[in-house]
């Protein structure tokens, strides 16, 4: 008989997930002996169940372009996405990084640069595809009271550090006739970016391999500036968030994501947990100063921070969806830069930068009640006001700070 599909399935969520389960020395030893007859198998052109049923299983431990001669693999319909995945996405992949456009070849953030080059991330699949609406509707339904007149009937989007690509094909398909342009650092995050992008049928996005830090002279301008989860990535975020505000088009708006301080205490203390020596002075317990980042670290990572107490706050890192892959949890719990932020800091750079806040986007439509709740006539841009809610409830922004803001129109 064929390969179970069930089989199939679980490799293929064992590479969604980069292989994140435990995995025993027996384990390791069967699967390097099985790969060494897989790959005995396709130099000799062996083609059948016997072969399948060795790469599923081999696929369940580690990605298949990790055999030699996987290139000449002839499967069953059946396993046709497992290869797909694992081998002729990944090669599609680097192909499209290597051609990709470049903006400017300086890097400000080599070690940025290279986790993201060692690692994409997300790794998505699936986008929310909504009828595309003009982007003054799209503002006016989260800001019904906003004045605001789009500065063109086609707007010009920028999502700066686009990553693998999935807020770019947000905005690419969310704004009718957007003409987007998308940059990241990592020129395999735009690897997947193009490969996803092409696979989906959308072709209004122009992907760029281009450094935030080196757009000061560029001459192009924007609409609409994006950038989530990415400046505070930077050594300077200030200056990087300065260069953004320089790109956008008289009477353009931009859309930030930073994170939070509060929101995010109790990751940082499962960081710190993390990041501890573990007693044996090599100093390979945790994260920032335990030399690399390995596989072996994020999986004996996660499982220490699992093996806490069910009301220990460290352990809430769990409650984060990038806690189940090792791209993920390296995102999350090993960055090699991060800064936080308090609502207070952040109106006082928004001041020096002379942008006006407009707004937050809400995962949790209830927020605006339960502050209005709080405190009777608030006004919703009163960022001093949501630092005292947030204070009180440091819940709200364990995500990130999502939210808009425009040049001053003081200026």
């Known amino acids: 008989g064929r390969v179970p599909k069930f089989a199939a399935a679980l490799a293929q969520q064992c590479f969604i997930t980069d292989y994140a389960y ?24 062996t083609l ?12 369940m431990y580690r990605p298949l372009n990790t055999l030699a001669g996987i290139e000449k693999a002839v499967v069953s319909t ?55 609406v003009p982007m003054a509707a799209a503002v006016g339904a989260l800001f019904p009271k906003l004045d605001y007149t789009p500065g063109a009937a086609t707007p010009r989007i920028l999502v700066a550090g686009c990553g693998t690509g999935k807020q770019a094909m947000d905005a690419a398909t969310q704004y009718k006739d957007a ?26 996005i122009a992907f760029m391999a281009a450094d935030i830090m080196a757009l000061g002279a560029w001459e192009a301008r924007f609409d609409l500036v994006e950038s989530s989860g990415v400046l505070h990535h930077l050594q300077d975020p200030e200056a990087g968030w300065r260069n953004l505000c320089g790109l956008l088009a008289p009477g353009g708006l931009m859309k930030v994501a930073l994170y939070s301080t509060l929101g995010r205490r109790d ?10 020596d573990d007693g044996n002075g090599d100093g390979n317990g945790g994260g920032k100063g335990g030399g690399a980042v390995t596989p072996e670290r994020i999986r004996q990572a996660r499982a220490d921070i699992l093996a806490l107490a069910e009301d220990d706050p460290r352990r809430r890192a769990t409650r984060y969806s990038d806690y189940f892959s090792l791209r993920g949890c390296r995102d999350l719990l090993f960055n090699v830069r991060e800064q936080d932020y308090s609502l207070l800091e952040l109106a006082s750079m928004m001041r020096r930068l002379h942008l006006d806040f407009i707004g937050f986007q809400f ?20 960022l001093a006001l949501w630092h005292e809610f947030e204070t009180a409830n440091p819940e709200i922004f364990s995500g990130m700070y999502q939210f808009w803001c425009r040049p001053s129109l003081a200026n």
């Open 267 to 276: 990751l940082q203390a499962a960081r710190d947990f993390v990041a501890r």
């Open 48 to 59: 059948g169940q016997k072969l399948e049923s060795a790469l599923t299983a081999i696929a």
């Open 78 to 132: 059946e396993l046709a996405p497992l290869l797909y995945q694992q081998s002729g996405g990944p090669a599609e992949e680097a192909a499209l990084a290597a051609s990709v456009a470049v903006l400017s070849e300086e890097v400000s953030e080599p070690a940025v640069r290279q986790q993201y080059e060692d690692a994409p991330y997300p790794r998505w699949l699936t986008t929310d595809r909504k009828m595309p």
């Open 22 to 45: 435990a995995e025993t020395p027996d384990e390791t030893q069967a699967v390097d002996t099985m790969a060494a007859r897989a790959e005995a198998m396709l130099q000799q052109g």
């Open 363 to 382: 995962a949790d439509i209830n927020l605006p009640a339960r502050l209005a709740a709080a405190h009777p006539g608030a006004r919703l841009d009163d």
């Open 179 to 204: 003409q987007v342009t998308a940059i990241d650092i990592s020129r395999a995050s735009l690897g997947y970016a193009r490969r996803m992008a092409a696979a989906d049928g959308v072709d209004n």
